[in-house]
């Protein structure tokens, strides 16, 4: 059984941090493409940033460019996403995806940026 489960969501104030965490279990971790997306209410899922399998390249979205930073632990079958300088804006549930042949999605973390 695949399972993807986030932490690391909660309440921080503008210009904070957090560092959000997916562990996964049931697949081959190393891989499939990890991915973090997010969705506002209202509005629809956004990928976030994303990271490859072996060269471990990465891409993110340009409102997150220098603020957020998406990385990998093949050991420990762990995807993290490091968010600094957090805005309002940023206020979402947060979801790691992992792609190969197949997508699994993890349930999603709040993520709430307010003074």
């Not at 891989?31 to 994303?50: C, I, N, T």
């Not at 420990?76 to 979801?95: F, G, I, R």
């Amino acid at each position: 059984q695949v399972q993807l489960v986030e932490s690391g969501g909660g309440l921080v104030q503008p210009g904070g941090s957090l560092r959000l965490s997916c562990a996964a279990s049931g697949i081959t971790f190393s891989s499939y493409g990890l991915s973090w997306h997010r969705q506002a209410p209202g509005k629809e899922r956004e990928l976030v940033a994303g990271i490859s399998s072996g060269a471990g390249i990465t891409n993110y979205a340009d409102s997150v460019k220098g603020r957020f930073t998406i990385s990998r632990d093949n050991a420990k079958n762990t995807v993290y996403l490091q968010m600094n300088s957090l805005k309002p804006e940023d206020t979402a549930v947060y979801y790691c995806k992992a792609a190969l042949w197949e997508h699994y999605w993890g349930q999603g973390t709040q993520v709430t940026v307010s003074s």
